[in-house]
Every structure is written in structure tokens, then in C-alpha cells.
């Protein structure tokens, strides 16, 4: 077993509790920083540590940081993005559902790094009960002192609290967070002006993701180069893994930045390989939105080498041989999935969750979206495989933000990696329809 | 089709918040700076609909832009744009199954089809008792522990067609008489 | 100043131009097509896409091309920066991507449509659409309302570039219309059956650049290119009266706001010329207006071919149907 910084006491009953959490050593890393760093020492540490933001663009958090403007006179707010909405990602939840207070604890030593005095946390709204325990968690804060006015004698005041979405995918983009804070529907906005110049309210604003948030206690406790010793290069630390689909043993793991996923997948200690002593066919390690893997390039590279849990070996062979790490939504297809039912899936799912707002990305998922159910369904043609290559050509890099990205990367990389699957369907219509769990005797090498 | 509510509850009087709601939605008001009154919105809908029968019909909606003191269109853009406000009238109980990929590799479209049967309606319908009101959603951040379905705030996760008759029969059981 | 490059062409600009506004001081065809970009609405643009550009070199401190393409409506140009439009076929291609992708769900009635000729997705088409259509499904529908008694919405033809929002926010002090739903349900509407009440309500169908707003006083009257645009003033106590009127013969059978070649009203004394609904609707008598002069039409538009004949050819023309 690996080292677990954030998940260790997720287990101790009533760890939810203040009083539980603070016997457990909670609440260390806002005495440490409030008392003898400071903001510039938190920011320094957390450059040190190379933390890349783990809602899935692994830009590094420090970084982002740094970028934020400090205008005199002007608030600045840091939002903690909890609206988890990419498919195969439930590690947000997971954390703030068990172990709340790491997440309140970590906006405040964050919000004390980057100066703020206000901040927020947007959750989905799905996640309601979510909410209400994070809630508690804040007034509990609030109530011993770690929250508001003159925080541990410190002279640092911060507000914290959490606001709600309504059912948005959208809303993860940063700027459509900040919409949708602001009361209004989740259109991204257009950048420049970027949120760390022009944010929430036209202030400068951070967004990082829950997960990014928390990892900033250990990092301020142990210090940031103790925490980039654990992991391999550029991607240090742990990370929260989402294991889901066909796995033996799905859930929520903490691993440590450059494990096999080999032994991730199947070893016992982690997922135990698939369900039901089936045969791996693909996997989509990072979240919907990244490239599908056919099953002989799941635990190696393209060039033989063992593939591993981390942002550079996943995208190893860019995007004709890799994927990428994304947000860590790790979703295993067994020998019975069908990737064209699967793709259309992902493809119905971005259509509906486009805001609508930039032509490419309204139209084109719209498209891809029906082209696909014509081919699942015993209607498509061989020239729509082409004609879905070529429309996700043409949303790609062409939209407001990266929802087009997100909705063009999927459908790309399965006809790729699994064209004549598509064929099968447009030449076999009859069992396509009868059959729609697809074909298990993929013509791909199983493992 | 263009989007005109013209239902029967369009022209009834404004609903109110008790005095006891009110004081919660001060107190989410008061989340946000002066001026600002406008980001608590969101949470404001979620409970008017909790609180006026489960969605939000047009009075419902100008009342809380009134409350907020933005214009009603501001709300009916927002309404309108986040999947989990019911801008119809649903059942008592609404079951939101997820269909997304990773509940889909577990069993989702077999679970939706089994609802289905079970109260003879299609997914988007209500079941003729007007108790149920089935949807799909889109992932709703359980892909771990699928197949599954939210009712209210509740998760139902791990579900199997046994699993779902017995929450239906229990829901059933609670809805029924009210 | 910052210099930059566009197509080949070197123009000083302010800092913070926008790529588009330098183009548009260069003037030409290298300017770039904008379909919800509208330079007197503050906050448009950035959602059409159809005026992406490549931009070859960054700036001079840092010439690096940009990996992907940029909405010139909304990238700021940086000293030494090098763009180009016409002169890219990567622009073309994907300047003709985003023509299919507005055209897939559009009705393509401009037979019946009264935008037809003047408006700019029939333009864009004509210079970047595909001979045949690559869409094989249901197109989406929506049904024609009335949002009040002057102004038709053909859902249908909308490529949701906001404009009548933002003109709505911005000139009125209340509006009763947005964007609901979204993706490719998303639709303009009133939500309930409300009239759009303003006085300057009318200028949604000025700033529409497709035939999804109209006006219902001149609906289904004339082809646009069978009427004789002329500049045209009144007194009015709620505008500046400063319009163009359409007329064949001696009726007036439409009047809007005068619009430059990028189809946005014009600033006359350093304001813009937004006409209220009086002028627009009510005003159609010419005793009611003081006609200045034919009004010169510079866009590449069938209105522009035909216009500048004299009163009595038109009339003969009326007479012997020709």
C-alpha cells in the first residue's frame, strides 16, 4: 500500500466531526501557516511541491497561483470547484462526504496563501447532502475559531461558505463556475480576460478542484518538497483514482503518482482486476472526456514500456497510442462492452451538456450525437464513420472552452482505435440492433 | 415546439415562503456581499421547489425573482438551463436514473427498462397514479456504485431490479395516502 | 501604438484592439466575417466562431504561432503580431465548418424569408457553404411566435449570437426575452406569452443577422432588393429620427436604422443612431420624413446591385413588371 496523505483517516468513525478530525491532527496546517509563514511561504511551498491541479488539466496549481492579480483595493476570491461532473469521477464526493473538514481546512490555508477574505465552494447540485455536510463542517469551523474574524489571533479574517449548482456539467469549466455562482445560466465566458485578472464579480479569482484544495494541508504540514518526493517527475504526490466500469472491486483510491496499471488494475490491493473473470477490451483512464485505450495499450506504451499511472506515461504516444490521467475517472470496459454504444453514450452526454453557446460545439455534438445513434441503432452508413471523423475535426479547437475538446477527443479515439467495430455495425444492422451490447469477439488483442 | 409555458398555473397567485424559509433564505442572501444578492439564486430555487410542490411554475418564479429584485426572465433563463429544476409539474416522487457510460457498463439501460415496465410508462413520463415520474439524467457522480438512481436528495446506488421493486413499493407506500 | 500584421497588411492600432477592429481599420475583403459580434454591444462576440482567424506569430516579444485558431472578435492583438485570414486555408476550411454547422439546423427558407438579401448567413454561405448538405437527420423545429404585435421570431432561422439580449439589456430597462433551455435546444424566447413593450425594442431586429427577428409591419411586403433605401430624418423626441427608409414608389414600405457595411448601426454625433419604435413602426407616411438622399448600400448585397436608378424607372418598372 502506497502512502495516503489525504485519505488516511477517511475510515475513523465520526472523522466528519471537528472534534474527531482535530484529535486526528486536523486543522495543523491553518495553525502552521497562520502562525509562522507566510502567505508568500504557502505559495512558496506549494510551487515546491509541483501539485498539478487534479480536476484534469494537471496545470500546475502553483503556478495558477501566481497568476492571480492583486489590484489594491479590490477583493479577490478563491472558489473551490466541487461541481464533479466528468464521468467516471466520483473522488470529489468521496472525499468531502467522509472527510469534510480536509476541504475547509485546505480553502483556509489556501485563501490565507492567495489573500482572499471571501471564499466559496460550488458544489453540484446533485450532491445536496454533499452540501449539508460540508455546511456543518464550515459552522463547526466557524463556531472553534478557524473561520471569520481574527482567525487564531492571527489578524486574518475569512468567510467561507457553499453554494449549490442545478445540474450542470458545464459548470466544472472555471468560468462557467463563475457564471453560475453569480446566479446566472453556465456559459463560459470568453478569455481573455482570463478569472485570475477578471473573476467572480469582475474581481481576480482562483478556481482549483476539491481534490487540489486538500492535497494543499499535507503540503503545508510536511512541507512541499517532502510531498514532491512521493511520484515520478512532473507528476508528484498522490492522486484520487475513480475506479469504475467493469472492475472486481470499483471505488475511490488514493494512489501514489506512478503506480503500474497493471498492478492498479489488477492487483487485490487495488481494483482486482474485472468483474467477473472477464477479459479487459478498453479502458478510459481519465475521465469521459480522454481518449479511449484498446486493451494492448492499456499496460504498455505503443513502445513496450510499462505503462504508468501518471500524467506523462498515460499520454505516452500522444493521442494516436495514449490517453491522458485527466481527473482520474478510471473506467474499464470488459470483452462484452460495446464501444459504439459507449461512444454514443459519451457523445449524448456532451450534447446534452453543451450550454449552447458557441456554434461548433452546440451543432456539432448535436450531430455526432445522432449520427451515432443511427449507426448504433442499424441505420448508419460507412460514410458516416468518416463524417463523424470530420466533424470532430472541426469542433475541436474551435470552441469557447474545452467542452468541444471533451466531446470531439472520445468519438475520435474510438473510431481510431476500434473502427471496424463501427463497420460491424453498418454492415451487420440486423444483429447490431438485436445484439446492441456489441461484439465480443473483438478483433482487438485481449489481454 | 417553442418554449411558452401556457399551463394552468400560470396566472395563480405568487406563492411565500413561511417564516421559517424565510429566515434560511436571509440567511443564503446574506452569503454574499451587497449588491451581490443575485449569486444565491441557485439555492434559492432549489428550495422553492422543495418547498412549492417540487418545481417551478412561473409564480414560483416571479416571486423569487422578487425576492432577489432581478427581472423573472433572469430566473426563467436559469430554470431553463439546469437540468435538475422541473419546469413541469412532476409526480410526488421523481426517480432520476443515471444513464451515463459508467453506470451503462453496469447495467443502467436494464434498470431503466425495469422501472419502466413496472410502472408502464416511459422514461420522461408519469405513471397514471401521479405518484412517479421517471427521467434519465446524465452522470450524476456515482459511476463507482452503479447502477443508480437519485430520488430527491437520496442515492440509491448498487441497484438491482429486486432492489428497485422493494423502493418502489416502499415509496409507493409513503406517497399514496398523502 | 501596436503594429500588426494582417493578410500581409500592416496597421497601427491602440493597444487592445481587438484582431477584428484592426482588420476592419484596414478595410477590405480581409476583414474578417462576424456573425455576433456587434461593436456597439458591449460583451458580444466570441460565440459565432466565424470569425476565426490564425494568428502566425504571437507578438514580437514572443512569436510563436498560436496552436489554435482565435475568435478575432475577442483576441487582443500584441505589437508584431502577425494574423491571417484570407491568406489561410486553415481559416477557410474551418470558417466553412462553422457555415455547415449554422446551416444544419437551419430551415434554408429564404424564398419566404424577409431577411433575404440583406442577410449575413446568406452571405456567409454563399462564400463558405458546401454545394450539398452532409446532414441527414431531423432538423430542429421550432414555431414562429409573436413577441408583440410588431416583431415576428422565427426561431428556426436564430443562430443565438445574443445580440437581441444584449441589445434588450443594454437599451431597454427591461428585458422580457433571453436564451432558454440549452445546447441545441437552446432557444430565444419570452418564456410566457409577454409582449416586448419598449420604445427601443425594434432595434432586436436591426441587430438580428439572420431572419429570425422581423418586423411584422413589413413582413412578407417586398424583396428587400425591389426597395429604394433612403437616408432620412423626422423629429422625434424619444431618437435621434436619423433612419433610412425603404420605399417603392412613393410608400414607405419598412424603416430601420442606418447600418454600415458591417450591418451595425451607425454613430451620428458620436452616438449611436438606435431608431425608437415609433420611427420604425408608426412613421410610415413620407410627410412624416425628411428624405436627405439615397442611402448608399456598401455590402456585397443584392441590394447594393440595383438600387441607383431613378424614381420614374422604378415606377416604370412597377408598371410593366420588369
Known amino acids: 500500500m502506497g502512502r495516503k496523505l489525504l485519505l488516511e483517516h477517511a475510515n475513523v468513525p465520526g472523522i466528519e466531526t471537528f472534534e474527531v478530525y482535530r484529535k486526528n491532527g486536523g486543522y495543523r496546517s491553518v495553525e502552521k501557516a497562520l502562525k509562522t509563514m507566510s502567505p508568500q511561504n504557502v505559495m512558496e511551498e506549494v510551487q515546491a511541491s509541483g501539485l498539478r491541479g487534479r480536476g484534469g488539466a494537471g496545470f500546475p496549481t502553483g503556478m495558477k497561483w501566481s497568476f492571480l492579480a492583486k489590484p489594491e483595493g479590490v477583493p479577490r476570491y478563491l472558489l473551490c470547484n466541487a461541481d464533479e461532473s466528468e464521468p467516471g469521477t466520483f473522488k470529489d464526493r468521496y472525499l468531502m462526504e467522509k472527510i469534510p473538514h480536509l476541504l475547509v481546512e485546505g480553502m483556509i490555508v489556501s485563501s490565507y496563501a492567495l489573500g482572499c477574505n471571501q471564499s466559496y465552494i460550488y458544489i453540484r447540485g446533485e450532491y445536496m447532502w454533499v452540501l449539508e455536510i460540508v455546511e456543518k463542517a464550515i459552522a463547526e469551523a466557524y463556531s472553534n475559531g478557524f473561520l471569520g474574524k481574527n482567525i487564531l489571533g492571527s489578524g486574518y479574517d475569512l468567510d467561507l461558505a457553499i453554494c449549490p449548482g442545478g445540474g450542470a456539467y458545464i459548470c466544472g469549466e472555471e468560468t462557467a463556475l463563475i457564471e453560475s455562482l453569480e446566479g446566472k445560466r453556465g456559459n463560459p465566458r470568453i478569455k481573455p480576460p482570463f478569472p485570475a485578472v477578471k473573476g467572480l464579480w469582475g474581481c481576480p479569482t482562483v478556481v482549483n478542484n476539491v481534490e487540489s484544495i486538500a492535497t494543499i494541508v499535507p503540503i503545508v504540514n510536511d512541507g512541499g518538497a517532502e510531498y514532491a518526493k512521493i511520484g515520478i517527475g512532473k507528476s508528484t504526490g498522490t492522486k484520487l483514482i475513480s475506479a469504475c466500469g467493469n472492475l472486481a472491486k470499483p471505488g475511490v483510491y488514493e494512489i501514489e503518482l506512478g503506480l503500474s496499471v497493471e498492478e492498479f488494475i489488477y492487483s487485490d490491493e487495488w481494483c482486482g482486476g474485472i468483474a467477473n473473470g472477464k477479459k479487459i477490451k478498453a479502458c478510459v483512464p481519465g475521465g469521459s472526456s480522454v481518449p479511449v485505450l484498446p486493451a494492448n495499450l492499456i499496460t504498455k506504451t505503443a513502445e513496450g514500456a510499462d505503462r504508468l499511472m501518471t500524467y506523462e506515461s498515460l499520454a505516452e504516444g500522444g493521442f494516436a497510442t495514449g490517453s491522458m490521467l485527466g481527473s482520474g475517472g478510471f473506467i474499464v470496459f470488459d470483452e462484452d462492452q460495446c464501444i459504439v454504444r459507449n461512444t454514443w453514450n459519451f457523445a449524448r452526454f456532451y450534447a446534452h451538456e453543451s450550454c449552447g453557446q458557441c456554434s461548433p460545439c452546440r451543432e456539432g455534438t448535436g450531430w455526432m450525437e445522432k449520427v451515432l445513434r443511427r449507426i448504433e441503432h442499424g441505420q448508419g452508413h460507412m460514410h458516416d464513420i468518416d463524417l463523424l471523423a470530420e466533424i470532430n475535426k472541426k469542433i475541436e479547437g474551435n470552441t469557447i472552452c474545452p467542452l468541444g475538446d471533451a466531446a470531439a477527443w472520445p468519438v475520435a479515439a474510438a473510431i481510431r482505435h476500434f473502427r471496424e467495430e463501427f463497420e460491424w455495425h453498418v454492415t451487420h444492422p440486423d444483429e447490431a440492433v438485436k445484439r446492441n451490447f456489441g461484439i465480443a469477439s473483438s478483433h482487438m488483442p485481449l489481454i | 415546439m417553442s418554449t411558452i409555458a401556457t399551463n394552468e398555473y400560470i396566472n395563480q397567485p405568487e406563492p411565500e415562503f413561511s417564516a421559517e424559509k424565510m429566515k434560511e433564505v436571509q440567511r443564503i442572501i446574506g452569503l454574499f456581499p451587497e449588491g451581490k444578492q443575485k449569486s444565491a439564486l441557485m439555492r434559492i430555487l432549489h428550495i422553492a421547489e422543495e418547498e412549492f410542490g417540487g418545481w417551478l411554475s412561473v409564480p414560483t418564479m416571479n416571486y423569487v425573482a422578487r425576492l432577489l429584485n432581478i427581472q423573472p426572465i433572469e430566473v426563467y433563463e436559469v430554470a431553463t438551463f439546469y437540468t435538475m429544476f422541473n419546469i413541469e409539474k412532476p409526480g410526488k416522487v421523481v426517480l432520476e436514473v443515471c444513464r451515463t457510460g459508467p453506470c451503462m457498463l453496469v447495467g443502467s439501460d436494464q434498470i431503466i427498462e425495469h422501472i419502466e415496465k413496472k410502472l408502464n410508462i416511459k422514461a420522461g413520463e408519469t405513471s397514471a397514479d401521479g405518484i412517479f415520474t421517471l427521467k434519465t439524467a446524465e452522470c450524476l457522480g456515482a459511476c463507482g456504485y452503479g447502477p443508480m438512481l437519485q430520488c430527491g436528495k437520496h442515492y440509491h446506488e448498487h441497484l438491482t431490479p429486486a432492489k428497485v421493486d422493494e423502493l418502489l413499493d416502499t415509496l409507493r407506500k409513503e406517497h399514496s395516502d398523502k | ?322
Open chain 3, 1 to 322: 501604438m501596436v503594429k500588426v500584421i494582417i493578410d500581409d497588411i500592416e496597421v497601427e492600432v491602440e493597444p487592445g484592439t481587438t484582431i477584428l477592429n484592426a482588420a476592419r481599420k484596414i478595410g477590405g475583403d480581409i476583414v474578417p466575417p462576424a456573425m455576433c459580434y456587434y461593436s456597439k454591444l458591449q460583451g458580444s462576440g466570441g460565440k459565432c466562431r466565424t470569425c476565426l482567424v490564425e494568428v502566425a506569430a504571437g507578438s514580437a516579444t514572443d512569436p510563436r504561432p498560436m496552436p489554435k485558431l482565435v475568435a478575432s472578435c475577442s483576441t487582443p492583438v500584441n505589437d508584431g503580431m502577425v494574423v491571417k485570414n484570407k491568406t489561410s486555408q486553415r481559416v477557410y476550411d474551418n470558417r466553412a465548418a462553422v457555415t455547415e454547422f449554422l446551416l444544419i439546423n437551419h430551415p434554408l427558407d429564404c424564398p419566404v424569408c424577409d431577411q433575404a438579401g440583406e442577410c449575413h448567413l446568406q452571405d456567409l454561405g454563399f462564400e463558405h457553404g458546401k454545394e450539398r448538405t452532409r446532414y441527414e437527420e431531423k432538423r430542429r423545429t421550432f414555431d414562429p411566435i409573436d413577441i408583440g404585435d410588431k416583431i415576428k421570431l422565427h426561431m428556426n432561422r436564430c443562430i443565438l449570437c445574443y445580440r437581441c439580449v444584449y441589445t434588450a439589456n443594454q437599451l431597454t430597462d427591461q428585458r422580457v426575452h433571453g436564451v432558454m433551455h440549452r445546447g441545441d435546444h437552446a432557444e430565444i424566447s419570452t418564456y410566457i406569452e409577454k409582449a416586448i413593450d419598449n420604445d427601443f425594442s425594434g432595434n432586436v431586429i436591426d441587430v438580428c443577422p439572420v431572419g429570425a427577428l422581423t418586423d411584422k409591419t413589413f413582413r412578407f411586403k417586398s424583396r428587400v432588393w425591389f426597395l429604394k433605401p433612403m437616408e432620412a430624418s423626422c423629429e422625434c423626441t424619444k431618437c435621434a429620427g436619423k433612419a433610412v427608409i425603404w420605399m417603392f414608389g412613393d410608400e414607405i414600405y419598412r424603416v430601420t436604422g442606418r447600418k454600415d457595411k458591417y450591418g451595425e448601426i451607425e454613430d451620428i454625433d458620436g452616438k449611436t443612431a438606435w431608431i425608437c419604435n415609433e420611427c420604425r413602426f408608426d412613421k410610415k407616411d413620407k410627410s412624416m420624413w425628411k428624405i436627405e438622399g439615397p442611402r448608399v448600400i456598401n455590402r456585397h448585397s443584392v441590394i447594393s446591385q440595383n438600387q441607383y436608378i431613378a424614381d420614374d424607372q422604378i415606377e416604370s418598372k412597377k408598371l410593366t413588371g420588369k
